[in-house]
């Protein structure tokens, strides 16, 4: 179940509707972290955290999903974007996400990154 809901999420995100799979596919309190960075609880902070990333994007190139897995309700997926970023250089970035799922939603997310 979790590796069919995890590929329905990533078509979402690879088709350009990453908000939809965010209201989808995310619990009320999900959790999520950026790195180190501490962690955000709540659907409504994460989304609004979610819709400034991707306001602060001025052209969108490609995003692409190297490889994934699933391990019983843990899966890991690992994304290149090339994008340019309002006032700033066209960019790769690379990120690992791993998503701990329960009951059919995403109960946690970090993401692992390299910034530059």
């Given at each position: 179940?979790?590796?069919?809901?995890?590929?329905?999420?990533?078509?979402?995100?690879?088709?350009?509707?990453?908000?939809?799979?965010?209201?989808?596919?995310?619990?009320?309190?999900?959790?999520?972290?950026?790195?180190?960075?501490?962690?955000?609880?709540?659907?409504?902070?994460?989304?609004?955290r979610e819709e400034?990333?991707?306001?602060?994007?001025?052209?969108?190139?490609?995003?692409?999903?190297?490889?994934?897995?699933?391990?019983?309700?843990?899966s890991f997926s690992?994304?290149?974007?090339?994008?340019?970023?309002?006032?700033?250089?066209?960019?790769?970035?690379?990120?690992?996400?791993?998503r701990r799922w329960?009951?059919?939603?995403?109960?946690?997310?970090?993401?692992?990154?390299?910034?530059?």
């Amino acid at each position: 179940m979790t590796a069919t809901l995890d590929k329905q999420l990533n078509d979402l995100i690879l088709s350009g509707k990453a908000m939809e799979a965010f209201d989808g596919f995310y619990a009320d309190d999900v959790v999520m972290q950026e790195n180190a960075a501490a962690p955000m609880t709540g659907k409504a902070p994460n989304r609004a955290r979610e819709e400034q990333f991707f306001a602060s994007i001025e052209e969108f190139y490609a995003n692409r999903l190297l490889s994934s897995a699933v391990d019983g309700d843990v899966s890991f997926s690992e994304w290149e974007w090339e994008l340019k970023f309002r006032g700033g250089p066209r960019v790769t970035m690379n990120q690992v996400a791993v998503r701990r799922w329960n009951g059919g939603k995403v109960t946690h997310e970090r993401f692992y990154y390299n910034k530059g």
